[in-house]
């Protein structure tokens, strides 16, 4: 029985060692990869002078816990393996992470020491400490910079974090510790001269095209408030003034030209702008879109969360709760897009040009704003073109708005002026009314005095047009109006005034007509309106007028007495018989008509 189970256990070690034998290759296999994944890879320099990407791929990684460690204990567990190799060309780990240890091995091949450019991209670090070891993994040089301390002594070449680092033949460790409450971004470059150079040009060259069309709009809209005193305009300039602020807050620049001895405000500067921002978008949106008076519920529901957010970002700054601060931002940005697009959508069905513009510009800013949130905070691969997204979008938002504010202006001139053509336009004929009259006839008056040039007037007014409307009814009678209108402008000069007077009574003013001439092209008038049969259902109406002409004389110190010697001349003509023409000039003309044809 024993020598059964010494013969059973052997063969199953043997099994086991068969097994073993077959999975050997594998198991190195995997050890191979899991020392890759755990011990530093060198990468050589010329390989990294090819590209200019970031270098995350060739980094270690290890979050710091507890108190902070020296470089020389950060190299310790980099050595122990307790570190992990990236993954990701940049490191993001999101708001309030804790300090982070990158190492980054370089191989320089050559016989002679390189200069490089090491560049950290991230303006809002507030600690960046870095650490250059030689081959035996000795001190060799120390920088240390952040947000946390003023901008003065670092490169105004670039926003970020910039040391200009000098690699022996052989290998070398450059070790970063990176630490700050905002978001933990950590791009990392190797640059030639050469190359840095040209991104540095890029760089000022796109946020100056950027800036000064921001500017540039800014500008123009805040000289349309002051022209137009339209509130809108102002609203948006203010809009796109604390936009700016924001990034350049941001991006670097305002600590790095503004404001470079207040780190303090630059810890706040970035939520601040942020919230102030979006604040101001919202209440633009309010008072473009007219939710005060169209939406008011809406409206007081967005002012009222501007308000709560506004008192819980000052007990944040005033408790020094960066944290909470910038996760505060975070949710106000969620709400502000939230709110931008339903803010649109409520007006959706207005037929405004300028709502629809209002609507692709917030899609377009709201979308902008969302992807580098979403870049910075780690929820999307980090890109530089993430990044600047918003700012991107920015541009974009603010030309349809600005598109959306000239639709708005010239829709406020159309109404306008729709507004002025129905007040100085008879409805019934599409002449101009007395309003109108006075409006125009000034200049032709003075014309006429300053040049000495004759100007005439015309008052016809129709005969027994009540008895017209009594047997035919009110509907007849308007029609009859309207083919009078009709006719008297066929009939008059681009340069006459015709007016319906009022009721019956038509008014026609002549410039460079003198009374004979009047005369003659009234008396044509009042023939072709005589002759006329005017077509009403299964009704044909005859209608007649009388006509009353004057000029201008000398001694008349107004239109008005010109136009009283015209009722004077009407008077005459209604006595005479009515259907016939009657003029008082310098000299008096009468001239005799038919007998009228009443209406039937």
Known sequence: MINRLYSLSGSF?????????????????LCMSASATTSARPVAVNAIDAGTAPLGNYVQIFTETGERLPWYEALRKFNNREATASTHKVLVAGIGAPPHWLRLTLDNHS???????????????????????????????????????????????????????????????????VATP???????????????????????????????????????????????????????????????????????????????????WQRWATPVLICCFGSAGLVFAISFLNLHT?????????????????????????????????YLTFVFMLFYALLMLTMGMAMFSSSSTGTRYYIYAAITGVLGVAITAASVWGFIPYSKAGFRAAEFGMLVEATLLALALAARIR??????????????????????????????S??????????????????????????LNDSHGHASGDHVLKVVGVLLRQQARLSDLV???????????????????????????????????????????????????????????????????ADSALYQAKHAGRNCTRTIGDTDIDVEAEPVINPH
């Open 442 to 467: 000034p200049a032709m008056w003075s014309n006429s005095l300053r040049y000495s040039r004759p100007l005439s007037a015309i008052v016809l007014d129709l005969d027994h047009f009540k008895c």
């Open 111 to 177: 016989a002679h020491t390189i200069e490089r450019h090491l560049l950290i991209d991230a303006a809002w670090l507030d600690e960046v400490d870095v650490y250059q070891l030689n081959a035996e993994q000795q001190l060799q040089h120390t920088w240390h910079a952040g947000d946390s301390k003023a901008f003065a002594g670092r490169s105004k070449a670039t926003t970020g974090f910039l040391y200009r680092v000098h690699l022996p033949p052989g290998t070398s460790d450059i070790l970063l510790r």
């Open 182 to 264: 905002d978001p933990l971004v950590v791009p990392v470059y190797l640059l030639t001269a050469s190359a840095f150079e040209n991104r540095a040009t890029q760089h000022y060259y796109s946020y100056g095209f950027s800036y000064g069309y921001l500017l540039a709009l800014i500008a123009f809209n805040g000289m349309l408030y002051f022209g137009l005193r339209d509130p809108r305009h102002l609203l948006y300039a203010i809009f796109l003034s604390i936009f700016t602020f924001a990034n350049i807050a941001y991006t670097g620049h305002g600590y790095m030209w503004l404001w470079p001895n207040s780190p303090e």
């Open 294 to 326: 169209e939406r008011k519920r809406l409206s007081q529901l967005v002012m009222a969360i501007i308000v709560v957010f506004a008192l819980l970002l000052l007990y944040g700054v005033a408790a020094h709760q960066q944290t909470f601060v910038l």
């Open 411 to 440: 829709e406020v001139q159309t109404n306008h002026l729709n507004a002025e053509k129905l007040a100085s336009t008879d409805p019934l004929t599409g002449l101009k009314n007395r309003r109108a009259f006075y409006l125009t």
């Open 13 to 29: 070690s043997r099994c086991i060692g068969r097994g073993i034998k077959q999975l050997w290759p594998l198991i190195i296999m």
């Open 499 to 565: 007016v319906r007077w009022g009721g019956e009574e038509f008014l026609l003013l002549l410039p460079e007509t003198n009374a004979t001439e009047a005369t003659a092209f009234a008396e044509r008038l009042r023939e072709l309106l005589s002759a006329q049969q005017i077509r009403y259902g299964d009704k044909r109406l005859h209608v007649s007028a009388s006509f009353g002409i004057a000029e201008r004389r000398v001694s008349d110190s107004s239109i008005d007495q010109l136009i009283e010697r």
